[in-house]
T-cell receptor, first 112, second 114 residues
């Protein structure tokens, strides 16, 4: 069965510092991995995805994520955090023939 | 990508009544999904709605409670029937476009049942 884990309910980072939001997954077959962001009172917005190819994928708003097959991880990163990055972040996983599974979410607070 | 709109954006309803939520997409899509989300929590898939076939419901969700229509490739409705306070939640429509696998979400409908 597919599953995705976001071990941190909340991450606090000072503005200008690098940020990491962690995600690990379990899926049979080749994983398709995604990050979504939800700003207050908004729907989810797609940030980036890994399907195949280069393990480092770049997405919107300067975010990137690294697919690590041996550690079954897909951590979200950004070199320099902005206050406007404060939001709820969801990692998601699926394989080709199954539905997408979302993690429980990590609330990111960027401190001015 | 896809641009998705939902109506209504929010509503307050009385126990025992029904509410129909509309989802409109700016392009033709095969797969549409309906989710429920408690504020600040993860998403729970209610059902998958493909045009031309019956919706497929997830465990814990039944057609009598959450009937879904999918009359064409750009539109779907979800009805929350015989509502109780436990149905208070945010309901999200989403679509998966082509072979890209990512989903795009509507802004959500915030439902409060009193």
């Amino acid at each position: 069965a597919q599953s995705v884990a976001q071990p941190e309910d909340q991450v606090n980072v000072a503005e200008g510092n690098p940020l990491t939001v962690k995600c690990t997954y379990s899926v049979s077959g080749n994983p398709y991995l995604f990050w979504y962001v939800q700003y207050p009172n908004r729907g989810l917005q797609f940030l980036l995805k890994y399907i195949t190819g280069d393990n480092l994928v770049k997405g919107s708003y300067g975010f990137e994520a690294e697919f690590n097959k041996s550690q079954t991880s897909f951590h979200l990163k950004k070199p320099s955090a902005l206050v406007s990055d404060s939001a709820l972040y969801f990692c998601a996983v699926k394989n080709r023939d199954d539905k997408i599974i979302f993690g429980k979410g990590t609330r990111l607070h960027i401190l001015p | 990508s896809a641009v998705i709109s939902q109506k209504p954006s929010r509503d307050i309803c009385q126990r025992g009544t029904s509410l129909t939520i509309q989802c409109q997409v700016d392009s033709q899509v095969t797969m549409m999904f309906w989710y429920r989300q408690q504020p600040g929590q993860s998403l729970t898939l209610i059902a998958t709605a493909n045009q031309g076939s019956e919706a497929t419901y997830e465990s814990g969700f039944v057609i009598d409670k959450f009937p879904i229509s999918r009359p064409n490739l750009t539109f779907s409705t979800l009805t929350v029937s015989n509502m109780s306070p436990e149905d208070s939640s945010i309901y999200l429509c989403s679509v998966e476009t082509g072979s890209s696998y990512e989903q795009y979400f509507g802004p959500g409908t915030r439902l409060t049942v009193t």
